[in-house]
């Protein structure tokens, strides 16, 4: 079994900033990427960011100058967000895609998902 938990949601002020975490545990050998998703009210749910153990990054368009994904060798991934605004608030996602055994299929594993509100 593979487990991805997040943490660092919450309620913060338009302008403010929060940083998400998120650790990988389980039966791992191998992280190929890891990200996040967000799904606000009413909307489906989308990329904000993703890294590549190479190190390359993807940032949705609205946030790529507020937002920085960073990941390390113990598994976790972080998500820097600053100048948020009232369109950032959603349930935000970690997503890794992961390989249980060398040569092995990738398997895309989710968080249980962390509430991030905007609001003054």
């Known amino acids: 079994q593979v487990q991805l938990v997040e943490s660092g949601g919450g309620l913060v002020q338009p302008g403010g900033s929060l940083r998400l975490s998120c650790a990988a545990s389980?039966?791992?050998?191998?992280?190929?990427?890891m990200g996040w998703y967000r799904q606000g009210p009413g909307k489906q749910r989308e990329l904000v960011a993703e890294i590549r153990t190479s190190g390359r990054t993807k940032y949705k368009d609205s946030v790529k100058d507020r937002f920085t994904i960073s990941g390390d060798n113990a598994r976790n991934t972080y998500l820097e967000m600053n100048s948020l605004t009232p369109e950032d608030t959603a349930v935000y996602y970690c997503?890794?895609?992961?390989?249980?055994?060398?040569?092995?299929?990738?398997?895309?594993?989710w968080g249980q998902g962390t509430q991030v509100t905007v609001s003054s």
């Open positions: 389980g039966n791992i050998f191998s992280i190929n990427g």
């Open positions: 997503h890794a895609g992961i390989t249980r055994a060398p040569g092995g299929a990738e398997y895309h594993y």
